[in-house]
């Protein structure tokens, strides 16, 4: 479904909302008397890349996709170090701003990580929860990316910063960890269109000082001692394809009760994901 498809078929509208010391900007679809479903997106970028997917819910749902803090639209002030429970923290605090009551929850990634942690700390707050792709790092990775994944960036006179977040996030498509490239750790998903691959780029390039920070979070955040917290009904999913796929079995038996799927990829068949996730948040 091309950005063109999505306009025809569903409106997407943007908004910002105050929180602690910034704000949270969102994309939201759907009308607004349906049951609300909020989308927390992967890092890098925003949530731009869910406006597929955002089409294809809308048609039950009110969709909610804001951006992390620190990420995309949103901006704010942040501890040098946060960790998971801040970002969860400003989710909750836009979606209050949003007068949203409850909801149901969807994570991709490092959207997982931040969507889990708001679960266990309000599940009285969401319905259900839907995970998709969860990284279980033994120590010595876990070491290594956080050393080498998400390095902080400085701007220079000779924009070079920018030269290296194109490479950087083409590269994310091609390797996982992205700055492996050898044959070993090459992906099979292929290159994205080059315009979505520049919207990425400009997204992470608007939050070049920040982008870093929710990606260490997710990197630390123990899921295999928190995921035993989750008390609501969750489908532990992962996608066709996901470089992450290698723990799903692992994460899905860490949620007590949890349902584990292999879904379609929101990104590449958002129509075939959304029938996977409104099944679930249906039952």
Same mark, same amino acid.
Not at 56 to 72: F, H, Q, S, Y
Not at 112 to 120: F, V
Not at 122 to 131: G, I, N, S, T, Y
């Given at each position: 479904?091309t950005?063109?498809?999505?306009?025809?078929?569903? =409106?997407?509208?943007?908004?910002?909302?105050?929180?602690?010391?910034?704000?949270?900007?969102?994309r939201?679809a759907?009308?607004?008397?349906?049951?609300? #479903?909020?989308?927390?997106?992967?890092?890098?970028?925003?949530?731009?890349?869910?406006?597929?997917?955002?089409?294809? #819910?809308? +048609?039950?749902?009110?969709?909610?996709?804001?951006?992390?803090?620190?990420n995309?639209?949103?901006?704010?002030?942040?501890? &040098?170090?946060? &960790?998971?429970?801040?970002?969860?923290?400003?989710?909750?605090?836009?979606?209050?701003?949003?007068?949203?009551?409850?909801?149901?929850?969807?994570?991709?990634?490092?959207?997982?990580?931040?969507?889990?942690?708001?679960?266990?700390?309000?599940?009285?707050?969401?319905r +259900?929860?839907? #995970?998709?792709?969860i990284? #279980?790092?033994?120590?010595?990775?876990?070491?290594?990316?956080?050393?080498?994944?998400?390095? &902080?960036?400085?701007?220079?006179?000779?924009?070079?910063?920018?030269?290296?977040?194109?490479?950087?996030?083409?590269?994310?498509y091609?390797?996982w960890?992205?700055?492996?490239?050898?044959?070993?750790?090459?992906? +099979? =998903?292929?290159?994205?269109a080059?315009?979505?691959?520049?919207?990425?780029?400009?997204?992470?390039?608007?939050?070049?000082?920040?982008?870093?920070?929710?990606?260490?979070?997710?990197?630390?955040?123990?899921?295999?001692?928190?995921?035993?917290?989750?008390?609501?009904?969750?489908?532990?999913?992962?996608?066709?394809?996901?470089?992450l796929?290698?723990?799903h079995? &692992?994460?899905?038996?860490?949620i007590?009760g949890?349902?584990?799927?292999?879904?379609?990829?929101?990104?590449?068949?958002?129509?075939?994901?959304a029938?996977?996730?409104?099944?679930?948040?249906?039952s």
């Amino acid at each position: 479904m091309t950005r063109e498809d999505v306009s025809r078929q569903a =409106v997407i509208r943007r908004g910002f909302v105050d929180v602690t010391d910034g704000q949270i900007h969102y994309r939201e679809a759907g009308s607004r008397a349906a049951p609300a #479903l909020v989308l927390v997106h992967a890092s890098p970028g925003s949530a731009r890349g869910f406006e597929p997917l955002m089409a294809a #819910l809308a +048609k039950e749902r009110w969709v909610i996709a804001p951006d992390t803090m620190g990420n995309g639209d949103s901006a704010g002030a942040m501890p &040098e170090q946060p &960790e998971i429970p801040f970002f969860a923290g400003r989710l909750r605090e836009a979606l209050d701003g949003l007068s949203i009551e409850n909801c149901d929850l969807y994570g991709a990634h490092t959207g997982g990580s931040i969507a889990a942690q708001l679960a266990i700390d309000a599940p009285h707050f969401v319905r +259900k929860l839907a #995970l998709d792709g969860i990284g #279980l790092y033994p120590e010595s990775l876990q070491a290594e990316i956080l050393e080498r994944y998400a390095p &902080e960036l400085q701007a220079d006179l000779h924009g070079s910063h920018l030269n290296w977040i194109w490479h950087f996030v083409r590269d994310t498509y091609m390797f996982w960890p992205w700055y492996a490239t050898d044959a070993a750790h090459a992906r +099979k =998903v292929g290159l994205p269109a080059p315009e979505t691959l520049h919207d990425k780029v400009v997204d992470v390039a608007k939050a070049y000082r920040t982008y870093h920070l929710s990606y260490r979070a997710a990197f630390r955040f123990d899921k295999r001692r928190e995921f035993a917290r989750i008390a609501v009904p969750t489908l532990a999913a992962c996608a066709e394809g996901d470089m992450l796929a290698q723990w799903h079995d &692992e994460y899905a038996a860490l949620i007590p009760g949890s349902v584990k799927a292999t879904i379609p990829s929101v990104y590449a068949s958002p129509g075939a994901a959304a029938e996977a996730l409104l099944a679930f948040f249906r039952s």
